[in-house]
């Protein structure tokens, strides 16, 4: 059975869109703000509400749409998970956090998803960007590759289609 962790987990969207696709493994969900327990009880097999940044998390494989203040600190602790656990990771981020002269030195990711938009996991919701802004899944391997793949993909008629491809 997959396993996977949203360590900012929020009402829970992104969990339910990648089961829409996915299937149902098995989802462990970490979220700061306890207004959204009910809604991850729902939709993850284990929720804690806390801070994930001290949280421990389950050695899983981790896909996460981050608070992008935060992001630094996200990235810095899922490539942690990634070098102690050897599981693959994908976060959410803007393409231009990615040339910031001080991130010069974070761990690179293995794979750079590039997208053009700003994915929506649940069709409630609205255009969530700037049109200006690309966004792209910053993707760790299990096991560190010397070079970083990049690859753009076109936006979807169907919102969640491009995770069908993955």
């Given at each position: ?59 899983v494989a981790v896909v996460a749409n981050p608070p992008f203040n935060q ?27 990615w040339n910031a002269e001080k991130r010069r030195d974070v761990t690179r ?45 076109e936006k979807p008629v169907v919102a969640t289609e491009w995770l069908r491809?993955?």
């Amino acid at each position: 059975m997959d396993s996977f962790l949203d360590p900012a987990a929020g009402s829970g969207h992104l969990i339910e869109g990648m089961r829409d696709v996915r299937g149902e493994p098995h989802w462990s969900a970490i979220e700061i703000d306890a207004s959204h327990e009910a809604a991850l009880d729902l939709c993850a097999e284990d929720c804690t509400i806390g801070d994930a940044l001290s949280a421990v998390w389950p050695a899983v494989a981790v896909v996460a749409n981050p608070p992008f203040n935060q992001l630094d600190a996200f990235w810095a602790r899922i490539a942690d998970h990634r070098r102690r656990h050897a599981v693959w990771c994908a976060a959410l981020t803007p393409v231009a956090w990615w040339n910031a002269e001080k991130r010069r030195d974070v761990t690179r990711p293995d794979f750079m998803v590039a997208l053009g938009w700003r994915p929506t996991f649940h069709p409630k919701n609205g255009p969530a960007h700037k049109g200006s802004q690309d966004f792209c899944w910053a993707v760790l391997a299990p096991t560190r590759r010397p070079l970083c793949r990049w690859e753009r993909v076109e936006k979807p008629v169907v919102a969640t289609e491009w995770l069908r491809a993955g």
